[in-house]
T-cell receptor, first 114, second 113 residues
Framework: GAGVSQSPSNKVTEKGKDVELRCDPI?????LYWYRQSLGQGLEFLIY????????KSGLPSDRFSAERTGGSVSTLTIQRTQQEDSAVYLC????????????FGDGTRLSIL | QQQVKQSPQSLIVQKGGISIINCAYE??????FPWYQQFPGKGPALLIA?????SEKKEGRFTISFNKSAKQFSLHIMDSQPGDSATYFC????????????FGKGTLLTVNP
């Protein structure tokens, strides 16, 4: 079966531009997460969607970051007015509903801000 | 505030040796402790996980040891192989695996042939 799919795999853009990153979770998974992986900083939680509940946005670093999940499936992470410190790998994960089920990660989008 | 501290940052082991990576946490509400393995250019993949009601869990060559009173847990890789060379992350969450994870900063493991 297909795993978590993220696109694009690489994105290079100029400072100040807006970017959209896409995540297709595993079919049937109700939970979806976005993390950011910066060099030497490990993975940092950004946002969490669970079914129809209000998302947990507590990890978003600024109001330039937003995310949505349409129809309980595909999610888009948007970064407005990108800054150089936004350069990182953005990882998406999904998991089935319920406890004891692990998160499955995609291979990420490597974002470079020039 | 770093809630999960991981050490060492890097580790070099000879083939057949034991690799040991340690993590310490601060939040006593954490109740799920997974380890992830990540190869270059790939997303992290769950390796093994433990809950605080047990002190040790073994899956093949991989063992998690958990010390609740010390708020520490560690990953042991027995008979380390060159194919184990990767970055390893410990993590923790409150409310089980189906919620946001707090990660350590990772350990780059190199297993020499």
């Amino acid at each position: 079966g297909a795993g978590v799919s993220q696109s694009p795999s690489n994105k290079v853009t100029e400072k100040g531009k807006d970017v959209e990153l896409r995540c297709d979770p595993i079919s049937g998974h109700t939970a979806l997460y976005w993390y950011r992986q910066s060099l030497g900083q490990g993975l940092e939680f950004l946002i969490y969607f669970q079914g129809n509940s209000a998302p947990d946005k507590s990890g978003l670093p600024s109001d330039r970051f937003s995310a949505e999940r349409t129809g309980g499936s595909v999610s888009t992470l948007t970064i407005q007015r990108t800054q150089q410190e936004d350069s990182a790998v953005y990882l998406c994960a999904s998991s089935p509903d319920g406890l004891g089920q692990p998160q499955h990660f995609g291979d990420g989008t490597r974002l470079s801000i020039l | 505030q770093q809630q999960v501290k991981q050490s060492p940052q890097s580790l070099i082991v000879q083939k057949g040796g034991i690799s040991i990576i340690n993590c310490a946490y601060e939040n006593t509400a954490f109740d799920y402790f997974p380890w992830y393995q990540q190869f270059p250019g790939k997303g992290p993949a769950l390796l093994i996980a433990i809950r605080p009601d047990v002190s040790e869990k073994k899956e093949g060559r991989f063992t998690i040891s958990f010390n609740k009173s010390a708020k520490q847990f560690s990953l042991h890789i027995m008979d380390s192989q060159p194919g184990d060379s990767a970055t390893y992350f410990c993590a923790a969450s409150v409310g089980g695996s189906n919620y946001k994870l707090t990660f350590g900063k990772g350990t780059l493991l190199t297993v020499n042939p």
